[in-house]
């Protein structure tokens, strides 16, 4: 046979051998399908998808748990970390309504994170601004222009206003905040350089 797939080492032909003239078939033999198949390729792992985005209401049920979840009253700190998210979750679940997304105790943690570095850095651009003492600013214009500058500096809009409202006046979050401000060294959150 010259062809090419007397090359292919793992092609096995039945037309060398002696035994079956393909031009006259034995008769009565049976009768016998072939189907081509594709080789099976080994199942991949599937990457867990991103799940649906965190909604507002979401949000402020998030920054509920943890600003009501106690801290602990003999060592003054917060219980351990994952006593403290196993809370966080249960109030979660407690308290979204029907409508809302099931979420992970790592999706919790993982939206607090986000939640508080944005808020975290929106408080230092509030800082910033205030300690530039603008004489007849209110309150409303140290906001709008804390949020132009966290825009400069981080290049994309300040989107957790719900999660800052809820934070700001809360006297855990001011401990939180004091607790950065003496890690950073600074009597101010600046948290830009």
Not at 42 to 56: L, M, P, Y
Not at 80 to 92: A, F, K, L, N, V
Not at 96 to 108: G, V
Request: overall charge neutral; some cysteine; aromatic content about 8%.
């Amino acid at each position: 046979m010259n062809c090419l797939i007397d090359d292919d080492p793992f092609f096995t032909t039945l037309l060398e051998s002696d035994e079956i003239d393909i031009n006259n078939p034995p008769m009565g033999s049976a009768s016998v399908d072939v189907q081509a198949t594709q080789p099976q390729r080994e199942k991949r792992k599937q990457k867990s998808q991103r799940g649906v985005s965190f909604t507002a209401e979401e949000d402020t049920i998030l920054v509920s748990a943890w600003l009501n979840i106690s801290m602990d009253p003999i060592r003054g700190t917060d219980q351990s970390s994952t006593q403290m998210w196993s809370r966080i979750y249960e109030y979660y679940s407690t308290y979204k309504k029907p409508n809302c997304q099931e979420r992970s105790i790592a999706s919790l943690n993982n939206r607090w994170s986000i939640i508080q570095k944005c808020v975290n850095k929106f408080c230092g651009s509030l800082a910033q601004v205030e300690g530039m003492h603008p004489s007849d600013a209110t309150e409303q214009d140290k906001i709008d222009k804390a949020k132009i500058l966290y825009r400069e500096n981080l290049k994309h809009n300040f989107t957790m206003d719900h999660c800052w409202n809820l934070l700001r006046h809360q006297s855990k979050w001011q401990a939180h905040m004091d607790l950065i401000k003496k890690k950073n060294g600074s009597s101010s959150a600046r948290v830009f350089p």
